[in-house]
């Protein structure tokens, strides 16, 4: 059974820092690409980053390209968002998701299908 389990969200001030980390077992990480997303209530899904299996080809939306450095390490099974320069609209519930084939770098939702549990940043004016 796949699992992603994500930590790191929180609550911090607009300017300021935060990491993220996924966690992941269940599935041979490093075949896949992964990404992270984000979401407010009522609103749909929105593509963060995506970083392809070996960690040499990134994605950015460009709402955070310049702020966002998504990284990835295969020896432990875990992607990582590092987050500078924060805004309040970064405020949302951070998912991070497995690419559902391997190779290739996915900015669609709809091409990951394993997704972790979501995990709070809250950023203050």
């Known amino acids: 059974q796949v699992q992603l389990v994500e930590s790191g969200g929180g609550l911090v001030q607009a300017g300021g820092s935060l990491r993220l980390s996924c966690a992941a077992s269940g599935r041979t990480f490093s075949l896949y690409p992964m990404g992270w997303f984000r979401q407010a209530p009522g609103k749909e899904r929105e593509f963060v980053a995506a970083i392809s299996w070996s960690g040499g080809s990134t994605y950015y939306a460009d709402s955070v390209k310049g702020r966002f450095t998504i990284s990835r390490d295969n020896a432990k099974n875990t992607v990582y968002l590092q987050m500078n320069s924060m805004k309040p609209e970064d405020t949302d519930v951070y998912y991070c998701?497995?690419?559902?084939?391997?190779?290739?770098?996915?900015?669609?939702?709809?091409?990951?299908?394993?997704w972790g549990q979501g995990t709070q940043v809250t950023v203050s004016s």
């Open positions: 998701a497995s690419g559902s084939r391997p190779n290739g770098l996915y900015y669609s939702p709809t091409e990951y299908n394993y």
